[in-house]
């Protein structure tokens, strides 16, 4: 989410699924306590796509997308609801006061293992053996999980990452912070080539010249190095400028310029990442870890409004960026704004090494309309480990939950959803799906303001994934699976 905000329709029922037919995406606005949808066949019948709106809080979905439980927000960690992270038996739940540890070891019953009172939005979060990173971009009074707001005005405020020990899951210990210009919005965490450190790819954004830590122009990122045995020693080891001649200047009011970067995917043992920089979209060589260099850039001047993150599929011969159009507080997914913007885009990766170059292939964008009341756009994805094909889930905060096949990069296809109702039918409240992951062999979902949501995908074209299965999974940090 943009950390500003910006400006703020859909009607549909569902009937049945064909198997080999299309399904269509929409907005979620999440329940306030657990709920399910009645699984039905996915081998059989249609959908019926003529857009009627779901009442508040209402489930639908396509019959092989279902909720097999929620767990709603509980106080103190009442705020926002953000990114997620996956290790072994654990799913870690950023929050805007902190972060949640879930033992999902039973998905349908979700447990409580730690809660973790740290303010400082977006807590932007990632795992690695026995540590966790927190993303922290707002000016806080200093480091501490103590701290109060402060204007980025002030010199003495205090942005960036912290680290936390988490070997013992049911009490997380918070051993470092490194602070980082312009803060922390994501991280994107990046092994070192002798699994002896990892690398934080820091992005952050909108420097002006009244904040001492945040100065224009700021066409870099800060690499932090991260020493697994002495973590303590964590610190900024490089901040590369990616944008040597200046980035997309924008267009006030419809299109951000580029003055840093949203969001990296970087695919480690491709040596290849991918930059959702605002204005731009960057293809980047990281084999040196420490100097990554952009070989490529791509622009898109008519649809794209702000260039939000990206997925590599399998293979690295693709790359899909977002666009948050509306910093995802706005009513995006209406026959107004249309279908190709606030949508992904997806590229082609041709050549080889430095002659590696983006080619435009598609949009897509869920094809419900949303109410106005409802905040909806593309949003956080993740590959699903498909084998011979690319298939995503990607959440679409009030739109939904929607699952969609790009093996056929000119023609995307949606395959399932899964969303609620708008909050309210009175006035927008924001909400809905940050992030919408899959991980050994279920989706999992941090709902803004309805919490924890766990469903199931059941569908021909994607069984071969219950066949993967991950150790770690942080979805920026984008792994290699087996293929065909």
Request: charged share 20%; hydrophobic share 35%.
């Amino acid at each position: 989410m943009i950390r500003f905000p910006s400006p703020r329709t859909r009607r549909f029922r569902v009937v049945s699924l064909a198997a080999a037919g299309l399904l269509l995406a929409s907005v979620v606005t999440a329940p306030p306590s657990s709920a399910s949808v009645a699984p039905q066949p996915a081998s059989a019948g249609t959908v019926d796509t003529t857009n009627t709106i779901p009442g508040v809080d209402e489930i639908v979905s396509s019959p092989n997308l279902r909720l097999i439980t929620n767990l709603p927000k509980q106080a103190p960690l009442d705020a926002t609801n953000s990114d997620l992270a996956f290790q072994g038996r654990y799913a870690f739940a950023g929050n805007y006061n902190g972060f949640v540890v879930w033992d999902i070891s039973r998905p349908s019953a979700p447990t409580v293992v730690a809660s973790v009172f740290c303010p400082g939005s977006q807590n932007d979060i990632s795992v690695h053996d026995d540590l966790l990173f927190l993303s922290t971009d707002s000016p806080r009074s200093d480091d501490s999980c103590n701290s109060t707001g402060l204007p980025a005005t002030e010199k003495e405020s205090w942005e960036g990452i912290k680290i936390f020990d988490i070997r013992d899951k049911a009490n997380p210990r918070y051993i470092k912070s490194v602070e980082t210009a312009c803060g922390s919005h994501t991280h994107t965490l990046v092994p070192a080539k002798d699994n002896r450190s990892v690398y934080l790819y820091v992005s952050s954004y909108s420097p002006r010249a009244e904040f001492p830590d945040c100065q224009p122009p700021h066409d870099s990122i800060s690499i932090v190095k991260v020493p697994l045995k002495k973590p303590t020693e964590a610190a900024v080891v490089a901040t590369p400028n990616l944008f040597p001649d200046g980035g997309y200047e924008g267009v006030p009011g419809e299109k951000s310029a580029t003055t840093g970067c949203h969001d990296i995917t970087a695919y480690p043992q491709k040596d290849l990442a991918a930059g959702a920089c605002m204005g731009d979209g960057i293809l980047m060589d990281i084999r040196n870890r420490e100097a990554p260099r952009v070989i490529n850039r791509v622009r898109d001047t008519t649809n794209f409004a702000f260039w939000h993150s990206a997925t590599f599929n399998n293979a690295g011969t693709k790359v899909v960026f977002t666009d948050e159009l509306g910093g995802g507080g706005a009513a995006t997914c209406n026959e107004t704004v249309g279908p190709n913007r606030g949508a992904d885009a997806i590229y082609d990766i041709t050549g080889r090494g430095d002659n590696r170059t983006m080619v435009f292939r598609s949009y897509f964008k869920i094809p419900r309309t949303n109410a106005d009341t409802e905040n909806c756009v593309a949003h956080n994805g993740s590959l699903i480990p498909v084998l011979g094909r690319d298939i995503m889930v990607q959440a679409w905060y009030q739109g939904g939950v929607s699952v969609w096949d790009f093996t056929d990069s000119a023609n995307p296809k949606e395959i399932a959803f899964w969303e609620r109702g708008p909050i309210s039918t009175e006035a927008p409240v924001g909400g809905g799906s940050w992030s919408a992951y899959y991980y050994n062999g279920y989706i999992y979902s941090n709902d803004i303001a309805k919490g924890f949501d766990v469903l199931k995908l059941t569908d021909w074209r994607t069984w071969t994934a219950e066949l993967v299965r991950y150790r770690e999974l942080n979805v920026q940090t984008q792994p290699r699976y087996l293929g065909w």
